[in-house]
């Protein structure tokens, strides 16, 4: 694996475990996509660090649990704005 991709994926975890930050999150502030930063967390960040790459599924799954919230008030916004 080359140093810079390694580097990113550390970049990355640090991100999404300081920020509590959702990979859509992350991938606009790094300015790669999501897939990206999915694989960079999930299929090589264990290769190099598994004790960081464990700390940032925690966050992922967290945020997984709350996705359907978040949209939900997402939706409710919209057509708040739209209605008002």
């Given at each position: 694996?080359?140093?810079?991709?390694?580097?990113?994926?550390?970049?990355?975890?640090?991100?999404?475990?300081?920020?509590?930050?959702?990979?859509r999150q992350t991938a606009n502030i790094f300015g790669v996509s999501k897939s990206t930063v999915h694989k960079d967390v999930t299929e090589r960040l264990p290769k190099i660090?598994?004790?960081?790459?464990?700390?940032?599924?925690?966050v992922l799954d967290k945020n997984k649990a709350e996705r359907h919230i978040r949209g939900?008030?997402?939706?409710?916004?919209?057509?708040?704005?739209?209605?008002?």
């Open positions: 694996m080359k140093d810079y991709i390694e580097e990113r994926a550390l970049e990355i975890a640090n991100h999404i475990i300081s920020k509590r930050a959702t990979v660090n598994p004790l960081i790459a464990s700390k940032v599924k925690l939900g008030r997402a939706t409710k916004m919209k057509y708040k704005a739209i209605n008002d």
